[in-house]
């Protein structure tokens, strides 16, 4: 892997590149129904994307629900999975986090990347839901980092 870049997108070709990672790793590698995918709230999201010698290879959005930063839609083309790009867009996205005053950070989870999250500081909390017909658990961080369940 070359140069790595993350970044908020900034323009709309990015935000496109950013859809079209998201269906290629989401609807058609995970089966999510197009309809779970694009649920509407896009427009109220910030848009993270990754690039690997200005190849588009990752993407993720932000939200702000209720004073709390939520984590969404982090994908790596699957070409790129396992070389730090996930790393690299979730150590960008809890610095963001952070730097907008936030107190809490969470993320839904799909059971099958609880470690991975885990590594940045999340906890699980609650039980194991269905989204999308996958199982996913929520995780969040605290601004402490001393996470109350």
Known sequence: ?????????DNPA?????????????VEGQDVPPDRE???LDEDAEHIIALSDDIPVGCA??????????????AVLSGYQGTGIGSAVMEY???????????EIFLHAQ???LEFY???????????FDDANIDHKEMFIVKDRQ???
Do not use: Q
Not at 1 to 9: A, D, P, S, T
């Open 111 to 113: 059971l099958t990347t």
């Open 93 to 103: 996205l809890v610095e963001y986090a952070w730097k907008r005053g936030v107190d």
């Open 1 to 9: 892997m070359g140069h790595l870049e993350v970044r908020h997108i």
């Open 14 to 26: 990015e935000l496109d590149d950013v859809f079209r990672i998201r269906h290629i790793v989401f």
């Open 38 to 40: 694009w649920d509407g």
């Open 61 to 74: 959005r932000i939200r702000f629900p209720g004073g709390k930063a939520k984590l969404e839609r982090l």
């Open 147 to 149: 996470n109350v369940h």
């Open 118 to 128: 885990s590594r940045f500081g999340f906890s699980p909390r609650g039980e194991v």
